[in-house]
């Protein structure tokens, strides 16, 4: 995917929300069910299971074939924003587009997931494939929806504790690829899974080439080269390969892997249509390295 495009539609979002915004003034009345609006569909479930009952969610995104950094809002998502109370979006420049739908209506309160984890607009904005972003959001959300209905305070917090408790078989997963992790580095076809790496105990080998891909760029002839020659010589314990992107570089680099017999765990930067969850798509990725492992103990 081609990354941190400028949305030319600002000033037509800005349009809308300028007409919109007069009608949308609105007071934390406790007794008011709570709104939220997510610009990803993940995000969105979080948001779920932590208000429970108390209120509806809507995720902006919600298919794994919408491109997140190029995504144009209709004017039927600036309306649905402009009912809201609760705005969640990733930030560092992942989807700027959302931050722009309120930016004329104080009455919102944003929650910038890269913020909220301490990143800059320089980092990596893959920031889910950090588990701990996730329950972070929980905690997040369960004090901004306590401060609006504060009769549900107690629910809020307990929904954010099932829900961070939901997570520990992921979590218990990592710990377990940790532990018997293959002593080599690893080889990326761009910052995807890196957060989720970095959990695992892997470095990445390529940082230069990841980087060229994720902005779109052509990577330089020597970390092409470089790469090619640390598949050859079984110098990296897999390649892990983003399957949304379309790239000949990376096709050819997948091909000399699987000729030289090593492994790839292929992953995607948007949930599946095919998965639950994002437990079960985080899970199901995790797997994927665990198999290497397994299969790299029995050689």
């Known amino acids: 995917m081609n990354k941190f495009k400028k949305i030319s539609v600002f000033f ?5 929300l300028l007409i919109i915004t007069g009608c949308s003034s609105k007071t934390n009345n406790p007794k008011k069910s709570i709104n939220v609006t997510t610009s990803l569909n993940f995000y969105g ?51 700027s587009w959302a931050e722009n739908l309120t930016s004329n209506n104080k009455n919102i309160k944003n929650i910038n997931v890269g913020k909220l984890m301490n990143k800059s607009s320089s980092d990596n904005p893959h920031i889910w494939y950090n588990i701990d972003t996730m329950k972070k959001l929980a905690y997040k959300l369960a004090k901004q929806f306590g401060q609006l209905q504060p009769q549900n305070k107690k629910a809020f917090e307990q929904n954010a504790k099932n829900y961070v408790k939901k997570l520990q ?52 002839p020597a970390d092409i080269r470089q790469l090619q020659n640390d598949i050859k010589n079984h110098k990296l314990a897999f390649f892990v390969v983003n399957k949304q992107v379309n790239s000949k570089i990376v096709t050819n680099l997948t091909n000399l892997a699987k000729n030289n017999h090593l492994r790839i765990v292929y992953v995607t930067e948007t949930k599946p249509e095919n998965m639950k969850n994002y437990i079960k798509w985080m899970d199901s990725q995790y797997d994927e390295v665990l198999k290497i492992q397994r299969n790299n103990r029995l050689k």
Do not use: Q, R
Not at 12 to 16: A, G, K, R
Not at 58 to 73: A, C, L, Q, R
Not at 178 to 205: H, M, R, T
């Open 12 to 16: 037509i979002i800005s349009s809308i």
């Open 45 to 95: 479930e979080v948001a779920k299971d932590v208000l429970g009952n108390h209120g509806s969610v809507t995720s902006i995104i919600n298919s794994p074939n919408v491109d997140p950094h190029d995504f144009e809002p209709k004017s039927s998502d600036a309306k649905d924003v402009s009912k809201t109370n609760i705005m969640v979006y990733n930030g560092l420049g992942y989807d």
């Open 169 to 220: 078989p992921v979590e218990h997963k990592i710990d377990n690829i940790k532990k018997s992790k293959i002593n080599k580095p690893v080889a990326v076809s761009e910052p995807v899974f890196d957060y989720s790496l970095d959990k695992l105990g892997y470095s990445v080998a390529d940082k230069s080439f990841e980087e060229a891909i994720e902005k779109g760029n052509d990577p330089a």
